[in-house]
């Protein structure tokens, strides 16, 4: 695990009691213990803790998901787009008289432009949540090798240069599948979503002329949603079709209300209690 020096709440003793509370905080890891001089076993469900100082205050709180959090920020705004474009776009509202023609422009207008803000955030940070995810799944240890047809070498990519120079199309394409042991995502519907997902977004973040506007009726398409909401769907795909099932804290609660969260085995010799229950434990 990537999480080093943070301590340790024990909220729990059994995995089976745990409640998710919210899906945006990190999933907490299960310790199973044995004390050899009791000749007793047990375990303890633990959540990972961090704090801020506030001026001075301080602010304690559980450690969030990165992935967690960004795919709550798509989903949150996919959502209210599609409950706007249905309220605005979709029903059979009266409009403005003839004479108030000007005055319609200016109403419908308002409401595009509304509706491209949140569209556009979901775009944004679906692509995001894929970037995210794509880089947290990379064990240490992997390597890339990609072949360099016009140089007729092989390039050899660890996960610092997977991070850095690798696009998100190979690495959920070729590098993920090799990972999680599923097939290529282009073999599955899911990829066309992506493709159509990668192009606006990029379109967004690129764009080469101030006035170029066509861009924003394909947001208006009837697939937009699909598009715009489908990393969710990618991530399900990895979790629920991977070979090896690797119970890794940095997957975000996105399957249902399954409460599947790694569990490892330890010596109870590795912690130090630094406190009561409400203070927690720190890993040493």
Known sequence: MSIKNKPYLIIGLDPKDYEIFDKRIMKPITYQLSFEEEKVEGSMVSQIVDEVQIGKKKLEYFVPNNVGILLSIAKKSNDEAKRYFKEHFESNQNEVSEVDKIE?????????CNYI?????????TYTTLEAFSNLSIPEEFFYIQKVKNKGIDERYDKEAIEKWINLTTKLNNILPDIYRTKKLQETNLWSYFIKLEKLRHEIIHQKSIDRTELYKVYFNNDIFKVSSIGEEIIKYFYNNQKLRIS??????VIGEEKE?????????????????????KKK
């Open 117 to 125: 803000e949140l569209i556009q955030t979901s775009i944004v940070f």
């Open 261 to 281: 969260f790694p569990i490892f085995k330890a010596d109870p010799k590795r912690f130090e209690v630094v406190g009561n229950i409400h203070d927690g434990i």
């Open 248 to 253: 890794n804290p940095l997957w975000p609660w």
């Open 104 to 112: 319609l422009f200016k109403r419908r207008s308002t409401e595009v």
